[in-house]
């Protein structure tokens, strides 16, 4: 890991030195978070192939629950890699990337984004940044990199570095100053795995834009006010197909069992434990891989083990509880 100092942690000029752009990526390769600039808004970044390293991201956002992240990558070669393109895609890559539109897409096969970035769902939103400080810090990782705007949950995106050291200070290993974001609002969001295509947020690119490439996409954002319009709410997060039993101290022969920590109550038809050594951060980046491997036919439940409430237990609690909730009826009734 490089070593931080309160004089280097954050560069204090818009024309970021080579230097500075090779210590944020080693930050990142290392596992920490850099702030970066994009073209709409600072992000929080993290390398997006390291499980925990994005653990941490919601850790130092202190959000509340396991919400999506976008991947950011350097072109629309490397986002061939990770997810799958249609036509649809093709058209909108070629008109606005780079540049402040997020697609969601089906996570591909080969994809390398952690599971808890996606927040276990088949998809994976991705997005190619227009920003010159972005795309050089991506270039020289190599990697893709997910990244929230960088404030704290519930706060103000950052449209500056002043932003983000205000709002999340000393939860960045480094903050890249790359002067003020030249959008100001979040990307656009649109879902690509549904027909007609649906936008989730509105932001850097129009409705009437997107609508001239591949014809009017649904505004996911005018549902009645009944229904949900929060992206983060619609995005249905991954859901087990079966039952989960909250706060088990003991599990039945026909029950999966997800564990925490040293001591696992025994007799499990399966178990697997998001961390045998009870760290928080290393449950988070386990959770939604753990449970797909625990969600299978042969089995009749899934109970899971009491997890801390503190730190990114919160997280993971509401996750779990959600997961845990009665499913509503799917949707056509009266
Ligand atoms: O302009 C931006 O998009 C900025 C910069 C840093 O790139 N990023 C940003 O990220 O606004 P964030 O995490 O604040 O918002 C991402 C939104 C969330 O509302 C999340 O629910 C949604 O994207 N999202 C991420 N992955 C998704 C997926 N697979 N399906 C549906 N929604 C997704
Ligand atoms: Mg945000």
Redesign the pocket.
């Given at each position: 890991m490089p070593q931080r100092s309160d004089a280097e942690a954050t560069t204090t000029h818009a024309d970021v030195s080579a230097a500075a752009v090779a210590e944020a990526a080693a930050w990142l390769r290392a596992g920490g978070l850099v702030a970066f600039p994009?073209e709409?808004?600072?992000?929080l970044g993290a390398d997006a192939t390291q499980p925990e390293a994005v653990a941490r991201i919601f850790e130092a956002k202190g959000r509340p629950r396991f919400?999506?992240?976008?991947a950011?990558v350097a072109d629309t070669e490397t986002a061939r890699a990770h997810a799958a393109f249609d036509s649809r895609a093709d058209a909108l890559a070629a008109a606005f990337w780079p540049g402040?539109l997020?697609l969601?897409l089906p996570r591909s096969a080969h994809c390398g984004v952690a599971k808890l970035a996606?927040?276990g769902?088949p998809?994976?939103?991705v997005?190619v940044?227009a920003h010159p400080v972005a795309q050089r810090l991506l270039r020289a990782l190599g990697r893709p990199v997910v990244?929230?705007?960088?404030n704290a949950s519930g706060r103000l995106?950052p449209t500056t570095a002043e932003h983000v050291r205000h709002s999340l200070g000393a939860r960045v290993d480094m903050i890249l100053d790359g002067g003020p974001c030249a959008v100001g609002v979040?990307?656009t969001?649109l879902?690509l795995t549904r027909t007609p295509a649906v936008i989730?947020?509105h932001?850097?690119i129009s409705r009437e834009a997107l609508a001239e490439v591949i014809g009017a996409p649904e505004d996911a954002t005018a549902a009645p006010a009944d229904r949900p319009s929060?992206?983060?709410q619609?995005?249905s997060h991954y859901a087990p197909g079966l039952p989960l039993r909250l706060n088990a101290r003991e599990v039945r022969p026909d029950e999966g069992l997800l564990a925490f920590g040293a001591d696992e109550p025994g007799g499990a038809a399966l178990t697997h434990n998001l961390s045998p050594a009870g760290d928080l951060r290393e449950a988070a980046a386990n959770l939604f891989a753990h449970l797909h491997a625990l969600d299978r036919p042969d089995l009749a439940g899934i109970a899971v083990v009491p997890i801390p409430a503190e730190g990114l237990g919160a997280a993971i609690n509401d996750r779990l509880r959600r997961a845990a909730a009665p499913r509503p009826a799917s949707s056509g009734g009266t």
């Open positions: 994009t709409t808004v600072y992000g919400n999506p992240l976008i950011h402040p997020t969601v996606s927040a769902l998809s994976l939103a997005r940044p990244a929230p705007s960088a995106s979040e990307s969001i879902d989730l947020r932001g850097g929060a992206p983060g619609l995005a």
